[in-house]
């Protein structure tokens, strides 16, 4: 990764453009206030205006912690489990 040409930020860019050649589609700058959950599978998310996006698959970004702490919905909390404060790692 440390010699990519064009720096880390190439690499993401490549992945988006290979996302979406493969159909995805990205919602940039929409907050997010609920990660949906049916039948115990992402299903979608609530964006903070109300309006629902439904999905096959969700990626989450986020903290683990808070996803366990309820920040993105019940439902998603269920998933993971939170990560105490002198357990996580400063690798990032």
């Known amino acids: 990764v440390w010699l990519v ?11 988006a453009e290979l996302a979406q050649r493969l159909g995805v589609r990205f919602r940039y700058n ?9 039948q115990g599978r992402a299903a979608g998310v609530r964006l903070a205006d109300g309006e629902e996006l439904p999905a096959r698959d969700v990626l989450s970004n986020a ?20 990560v105490a404060p002198h357990d996580r790692s400063l690798s990032a």
């Open 5 to 15: 040409d064009g720096g880390m930020h190439a690499l993401a860019r490549a992945m």
């Open 30 to 38: 929409a907050d997010v206030a609920e990660i949906l959950v049916r």
């Open 63 to 82: 903290d683990i912690s808070a996803l366990a702490d309820g920040r993105f919905g019940a439902g998603a909390a269920r998933a993971v489990k939170g």
